[in-house]
């Protein structure tokens, strides 16, 4: 069992930066790779990035290439993501997931967060 507790949201202006961090506890934290989704009112839940067990390889869905950053501390049982030159499309909740094994692009995670809220205005 794993428990994930996401922080770092808030609100930003366009063009900003904000850094969510998704704190773990539970059983080894290296043993799961991770991921970062978002859910916007009316829209599905996606895939913005993961990350696998050693942060040796990383996902990015398109839309965030080259301007986000998933990271990972095993020592500390921490993932972040580091987002910059944020848009108005970024605003969604943001969750944080734990996947007990290789790292998947799909929505194939075992353990979820609660969200964090990130709100970007134009």
């Known amino acids: 069992q794993v428990q994930l507790v996401e922080s770092g949201g808030g609100l930003v202006q366009a063009g900003g930066s904000l850094r969510l961090s998704c704190a773990a506890s539970?059983?080894?934290?290296?043993?799961?790779?991770m991921g970062w989704f978002r859910q916007a009112p009316g829209k599905e839940r996606e895939l913005v990035t993961a990350i696998s067990r050693s942060g040796g390889s990383t996902y990015y869905a398109d839309s965030v290439k080259g301007r986000f950053t998933i990271s990972r501390d095993n020592a500390e049982n921490t993932v972040y993501l580091q987002m910059n030159s944020l848009k108005p499309e970024d605003t969604a909740l943001y969750y944080c997931a734990a996947r007990d094994g290789t790292m998947a692009v799909t929505r194939e995670y075992d353990y979820w967060g609660q969200g964090t809220q990130v709100t970007v205005s134009s």
């Open positions: 539970g059983r080894t934290f290296s043993s799961y790779s």
